[in-house]
């Protein structure tokens, strides 16, 4: 009799977990898509700058921002899948309003409209995924999670890279579509997401993110923020700087998303295993160093560095994210923590972007200088900062051990 009840709550937990990787996979695709075009529905399509069209990737920070704000007065008035869904509504109105949209403006108006409904698609799922099991495959869970989120974006880069040839705008239509077949998929399985173990609730006038979570909000920021360099300043100061042409950059985008997918998973189960601080470091060291390799590309030829050093950058971050996770934030967390962490996670990377645009508009060097020393700089801060948040960490736990 347990054996049966056993194996139907085991059912129950994977079934929970995949509905939320296959809501997260499809939420991320729209967001990849444009990588690949960027220049083409920036600089192209505006005539903006190279630095100016940064904003387009920053701006989503404000509506993270009024997210949080509206998930913080309406608190537990409504629920999971209708907050989810009505996301996915909002996601595709505003990517067609973006496609059909002929002002830099309005453009980026409507970008920030759609930044808000992306917290929501993503750590609704996130949550969802996080509940489906017991705490010690917690961090492995969250790989799996990460695995079907890359390669959604690889899948994601490749149709950008395919659609955007002819035009640019058609990436933004095809998103809006797939926005509608997710909202379409949450609408059937509504009840699966609403049978989400419930959080704790905070106590009056107290912040819902307990102390270590606010690190793991800085990993999350941090992470982000190279992410943006790597999304946004690479393809731009390569399409600037190197020439390299939009399949060859999909190629490499792909191949790092790929990278990403594979080993997100075993990084977690090694974060089960071994601990979140340990991989977290080596993770760190391994993005690191392969954004310093980056550098090797004002000596050699693009085809020959861009690929192994972004293979190397996504092995690397795969374990990232789910070592966070593990050392930083708890299971049972709320909509409310996952969408605070999620916007963390958008700040970092609105920081990221905006300081690599400042840098590409007030630093006067040509495009393939500024992509050799920009990178590799990067790498070693990145580092640097990992340590100083793991150390912070550590004095923590030693805090709360002598407190015991």
Known sequence: MFATINAQKEHKRSKNLLIGCLLLGLAAIPDAMVVPVLHDLTVVKFGVSEGVAHYFMAVNLLGAVLAIGVLAVLKRRFSSSTLFIAATIISSIMMACMAMADSWGLFLAIRCLEGGADILLLSIPFRLIAGAGNKDRY?????????????????????????????????????????????????????????MPPSPLPAANRCPLIPREWVGAGFYAIDRALAALVSTSLPILLASGFNVPKVTLAVALVGMFLSLAAFSAPAGLLADRYGGGRVRLVASLMCGLSLAGLGLMAWLPPEIILLPSLLMYGVGASGLMPSAFSVAVRQDASNLVFSSLQTAGQAGFAIGVLGGGLLITSISLPADLMFSRMFPIAGVIFIALNCLLLFALGNMAKRQCSEV
Do not use: H, Q
Not at 153 to 175: C, D, K, N, P, T
Not at 177 to 194: E, K, T
């Open 139 to 195: 961090a492995g869970r969250i790989g799996g999670g990460f695995t079907a989120m890359m390669i959604a974006l690889a899948i994601g880069a490749g149709l950008g890279g395919a659609l955007g040839g002819e035009s640019a705008e058609s990436v933004l239509w095809a998103g809006s579509l797939i926005m509608v077949v997710l909202a379409l998929i949450a609408a059937n399985v509504r009840s699966i997401i609403d049978k």
